[in-house]
């Protein structure tokens, strides 16, 4: 069975502080991986995804995530955060082995503040 | 370009009562998926549909169902509403090129209260 785990509830960074939103990861084959990013009383907006290729993927708004195979990882990152960054982001995964348009698998999220 | 619709915004029911939400996919998308999300907690998968089918199932009773149109649209539909289904209800669409890369793009959701 395929799982996320997100094991930070709460990540608080200064603003022009680099972040890093931490993911792990469990599928029985090769994940495809994606973060979304869920502002207050909206629903989820695509960052990013690995799909394949090189591990460091860039996305929307600065963010970049690495994949690491060896650490079942996917660790979500931006150089300098900015305050519009708060919310709540997500991370899900996708076995590579099973065919078709199979639904994602989500952590339970992260929430990002970043103070002034 | 719009985006994934979904209708209404807010929601408030019974207990018992049934409820119809309603998605409209991003142009050109043909699969949609519908998540509850309750809260504190990540989306999880009810079921998708293609081709006006349901595709794959998650973990939901029968109570939940739901219907796909000729023009992608769709509808979940919950009947018998418990307290618990209280939840903000996203549907999400994506392209069914058979390819798990496709990335699925969400709407804003429907939060369902129930009383």
């Known amino acids: 069975a395929q799982s996320v785990a997100q094991p930070e509830d709460q990540v608080n960074v200064a603003e022009g502080n680099p972040l890093t939103v931490k993911c792990t990861y469990s599928v029985s084959g090769n994940p495809y991986l994606f973060w979304y990013v869920q502002y207050p009383n909206r629903g989820l907006q695509f960052l990013l995804k690995y799909i394949t290729g090189d591990n460091l993927v860039k996305g929307s708004y600065g963010f970049e995530a690495e994949f690491n195979k060896s650490q079942t990882s996917f660790h979500l990152k931006k150089p300098s955060a900015l305050v519009s960054d708060s919310a709540l982001y997500f991370c899900a995964v996708r076995d590579m082995e099973r065919s078709g348009n199979t639904p994602l698998v989500f952590g339970k999220g992260t929430r990002l503040s970043v103070i002034a | 370009d719009a985006g994934v619709t979904q209708s209404p915004t807010h929601l408030i029911k019974t207990r018992g009562q049934q409820v119809t939400l309603r998605c409209s996919p991003k142009?050109?998308?043909?699969?949609v998926s519908w998540y509850q999300q309750a809260l504190g907690q990540g989306p999880q998968f009810i079921f998708q549909y293609y081709e006006e089918e349901e595709r794959q199932r998650g973990n939901f009773p029968d109570r939940f169902s739901g219907h796909q149109f000729p023009n992608y649209s769709s509808e979940l539909n919950v009947n018998a509403l418990l307290l618990g289904d209280s939840a903000l209800y996203l549907c999400a669409s994506s392209l069914n090129h058979g390819q798990a890369r496709e990335t699925q793009y969400f709407g804003p959701g429907t939060r369902l209260l129930v009383l």
């Open positions: 142009s050109g998308h043909d699969t």
